[in-house]
């Protein structure tokens, strides 16, 4: 272990893990989260299949846990996620037009409003853009164009006008065709007085493919007014030393600590043993626990 915890940092950023309360009865899980960390970010339990499996039919027992978790901890909450292609309930796939807007709306504000107070942040948007830049053809997009974009941060920010509302997105640390599609977008939403107020690099990563232009990429956006969060970071081992991930980690922390603007780092679960990364070993403390030098280098990091 080691001699400070992680959370325990002069410097200004926070520094989360996604959680899931179905790891609770792992003690060292509990007490790891809780030691280590100022923010958490429910796994997958705020999502839109988990909360409302049915229409009308809520299920918020485990999005409660870990609000109750967090607070217990003194922990921030990233709330995670409200419009996204994936983990959308079965009923809502049939929906089409007028009705589809109705229910995306709704269950935007149910959620918003069950949490009103206790959320940091709200990945509102998820996914949207393909790689080149161009908008995923979803069930959203599919139906709304990018209208529905605009619809439901202001759907998020009546129901918790105190939430900062982000848009969250992968492989967009870079400054490559999807950032810059991002980057547009919010460009647009901005100007159209749409109330936006974050990006979320996700940084699923691998040692060795860490983008030198990250803090710059970073940057482009602090420079439209918006905040920036690293929000699911997670560093595959790939075929190289613990070592060298341990710089990789420090390289994605020095990113954020020198881009004024940056707020804080989410790890997306901080132990190999429940990652959704089953085979590459990509986070900082291993599946018996043990904190590999990532965890060293992300505590010097944040000095
Ligand atoms: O809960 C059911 C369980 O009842 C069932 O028996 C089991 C059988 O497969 O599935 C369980 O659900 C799984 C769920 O995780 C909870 O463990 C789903 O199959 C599985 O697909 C789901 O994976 C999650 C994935 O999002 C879904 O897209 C991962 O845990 C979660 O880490 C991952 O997180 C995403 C972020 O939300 C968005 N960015 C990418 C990131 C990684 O994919």
Redesign the pocket.
């Given at each position: 272990s080691i001699a400070a915890h992680l959370k325990d940092n002069a410097n200004q950023i926070y520094i989360g893990t996604?959680l899931?309360p179905?790891h609770f009865s792992d003690a060292q899980y509990q007490s790891i989260a809780a030691a280590e960390f100022n923010s958490l970010t429910p796994?997958?339990e705020m999502?839109w299949d988990a909360v409302e499996p049915s229409q009308g039919n809520y299920n918020y027992g485990q999005a409660d846990q870990l609000v109750q978790f967090a607070q217990q901890n003194g922990m921030k909450i990233r709330g995670?996620?409200l419009v996204?292609h994936?983990?959308v309930p079965g009923w809502v796939n049939g929906l089409s037009g007028d009705t589809l807007h109705q229910v995306m709306i709704d269950h935007i504000t149910n959620e918003v409003t069950r949490y009103k107070g206790s959320i940091y942040a709200w990945d509102v948007v998820?996914?949207m853009f393909n790689e080149d830049g161009s908008y995923r053809q979803s069930i959203w997009y599919n139906n709304f164009q990018t209208q529905f974009v605009a619809d439901a941060f202001t759907a998020a920010a009546a129901a918790d006008p105190g939430a900062k509302l982000y848009i969250?997105d992968?492989n967009i640390e870079s400054i490559n065709g999807k950032s810059t599609g991002l980057l547009n977008l919010v460009t647009q939403l901005k100007s159209q007085g749409v109330p936006i107020h974050g990006v979320g690099f996700?940084a699923?990563l691998a040692v060795g493919q860490i983008p030198s232009d990250l803090a710059a990429n970073l940057q482009r956006f602090t420079a439209l007014g918006l905040e920036v969060a690293i929000t699911?970071l997670d560093i595959k081992q790939n075929g190289q030393s613990q070592d060298a991930q341990a710089q990789a980690y420090t390289q994605v922390i020095n990113a954020c600590t020198s881009t004024s603007g940056c707020v804080g780092v989410t790890i997306?679960?901080f132990t190999d043993k429940y990652s959704?990364i089953s085979s590459d070993n990509a986070c900082p403390w291993d599946g018996n626990y043990q904190a590999k030098p990532a965890v060293s280098a992300i505590e010097q990091a944040l000095k």
């Open positions: 996604a899931s179905s796994e997958n999502k995670h996620t996204w994936s983990q998820n996914e969250n992968y996700q699923h699911e997306w679960g959704w």
